[in-house]
């Protein structure tokens, strides 16, 4: 069992920075992708940004390229989501997922959540 936990939310006015954190408990945190997503009430989960086990390799959400940008260090079991540039549509709970199967942008393909935190950018 993995247990996936998010940090760094909050308050932000337009325009500003938060850079959230993603701390996963695998004994082997490298054989896991890990995707950030994000959701409003009403509203399906909507994929953010991946990065590929090894670091190696990222996507992300057109909504966010440019702006974001995800980072890993498995040395600390973590990954970072840069938020920068941020609009009052970014607001939303953002969640962590680990995923030991296909390197993949749909929810679905993540095994493992997190609780979420809550970004919330005022205009």
């Known amino acids: 069992q993995v247990q996936v936990v998010e940090s760094g939310g909050g308050l932000v006015q337009a325009g ?15 054989n896991y ?6 959701q409003t009430p009403g509203k399906e ?12 390799i990222t ?4 909504s966010v390229r440019g702006r974001f940008t995800i980072s890993r260090d498995n ?3 973590t990954v970072y989501l840069q938020m920068n540039s941020l609009k009052p549509e970014d607001t939303a709970v953002y969640y962590c997922a ?24 005022s205009s």
Request: a positive charge; charged letters at 15%.
């Open 75 to 77: 040395a600390k079991n």
């Open 16 to 30: 500003g920075s938060l850079r959230l954190s993603c701390v996963a408990s695998a004994r082997t945190f490298s």
């Open 33 to 38: 992708h890990i995707g950030w997503f994000r």
């Open 98 to 121: 680990a995923s030991d199967r296909i390197f993949s942008r749909t929810p679905q393909n993540y095994n493992y959540w997190g609780q979420g935190t809550q970004v919330t950018v």
């Open 59 to 62: 996507n992300y959400a057109d």
């Open 45 to 56: 989960r909507d994929f953010v940004a991946t990065i590929f086990r090894t670091g190696s």
